[in-house]
């Protein structure tokens, strides 16, 4: 199996612009989270889906971010409009579990500049 | 509420040294504990796990930890330290009704030679 598919690896942007982060879980599991990773305040969960639906989007900052699962092999995470602040590294993972007792697999995670 | 203390955010230790890594747990219900490991520009990778059998898990890598109810406690360990296992660890709790994996704000580890 490849694991977790994020893209882009890396995106550089300018503030006010749209930014489209894409993340393929491994087949066949079931739950898909998105993280958030910054030095301030670390390890993030932004949203989780079980089976293609938003369960939990208590952790996403604010109306500018968005994320969809219109399948079970593809997400997005959205920014509109981007800010410097959103700089962080994303991370996608998946899991066959909510996270009770199950592994979640990570993947590479995207680094984003908003400049 | 779920939580998980990493103490120190950084500990550096020698090549063949004993490696310790500290996390103390807070949980109203009986925890899942887990240890992930971050290697530079890289995600997250699963180092171990408690899920309620033995109490000494043991990982990939040579590392184990120790789930101590009484202390609240699952520490990392491992007896000789390589430079290979430089990288960010992370320890995470999670069995509670949120059903989300609560991230402690980790602990750089680095070797010396």
């Known amino acids: 199996d490849a694991g977790v598919i994020q893209s882009p690896r890396h995106e550089v942007t300018e503030m006010g612009q749209e930014v489209t982060l894409r993340c393929k879980p491994i087949s066949g599991h079931d739950y898909l989270f998105w993280y958030r990773q910054t030095m301030m305040r670390g390890l993030e969960l932004l949203i989780y889906?079980?089976?293609?639906?938003?369960?939990?989007d208590s952790g996403m900052p604010e109306d500018r971010f968005s994320a969809k699962m219109p399948n079970a092999s593809f997400s997005t995470l959205k920014i509109q409009p981007s800010e410097p602040r959103d700089s962080a590294v994303y991370f996608c993972?998946?899991?066959?579990?909510?996270?009770?007792?199950?592994?979640?697999?990570f993947g590479p995670g995207t680094r984003l500049l908003v400049l | 509420a779920q939580s998980v203390t990493q103490l120190g955010s950084h500990v550096s230790v020698s090549e063949g040294a004993l490696v310790l890594l500290r996390c103390n747990y807070s949980s109203s219900v009986p925890p899942y504990l887990f240890w992930y490991v971050q290697y530079p520009n890289q995600g997250l990778q699963l180092l171990l796990k408690?899920?309620?059998?033995?109490?000494l898990v043991k990982g990939i890598n040579g590392f184990e930890a120790e789930f101590k109810k009484s202390e609240t406690s699952f520490h990392l360990t491992k007896p000789s330290a390589h430079m290979s296992d430089a990288a960010e660890y992370f320890c995470a709790v999670s069995g509670g009704a949120t059903n989300k994996l609560i991230f402690g704000t980790g602990t750089l580890l680095a070797v010396q030679p």
């Open positions: 408690y899920t309620s059998a033995a109490t």
């Open positions: 889906f079980n089976n293609n639906v938003p369960i939990d």
């Open positions: 993972a998946s899991s066959t579990d909510p996270g009770r007792r199950e592994t979640q697999y």
